[in-house]
């Protein structure tokens, strides 16, 4: 079992920054692929951006540029550095982890971006 939990949610002005963090703790040997979704009341789930255990990233097209997700692998911790926050990226906010054969995710953190 692993464990997900998030951080550094809260309320910002629009075009302001928030640093979430998720702490993975418990069987996190095996945890490759580490990311941050997002959902929305009424709406899917979204990938917003992803990091390999080596380095390789992936991000939602209506972050790029903004959003810079980093990981610290000592620490078992990955981190969304987000910045020009838009009213639109109010959000709860859900780390994932993958190890290949089991999909973790943490209780969520809510951002919210007012105008």
């Known amino acids: 079992q692993v464990q997900l939990v998030e951080s550094g949610g809260g309320l910002v002005q629009a075009g302001g920054s928030l640093r979430l963090s998720c702490v993975a703790s418990g069987s996190i040997s095996n945890i490759n692929v580490m990311r941050w979704y997002r959902q929305t009341q009424g709406k899917q789930r979204e990938l917003v951006a992803s990091?390999?255990?080596?380095?390789?990233?992936i991000y939602a097209d209506s972050v790029k540029g903004r959003f810079t997700i980093t990981r610290d692998n000592a620490k078992s911790t990955v981190f969304l550095q987000m910045n020009s926050l838009k009213f639109e990226d109010t959000a709860i906010y859900y780390c994932?982890?993958?190890?290949?054969?089991?999909?973790?995710w943490g209780q969520g953190t809510q951002v919210t971006v007012f105008s």
């Open positions: 990091i390999s255990r080596h380095g390789w990233l």
């Open positions: 994932n982890a993958d190890n290949g054969l089991t999909s973790y």
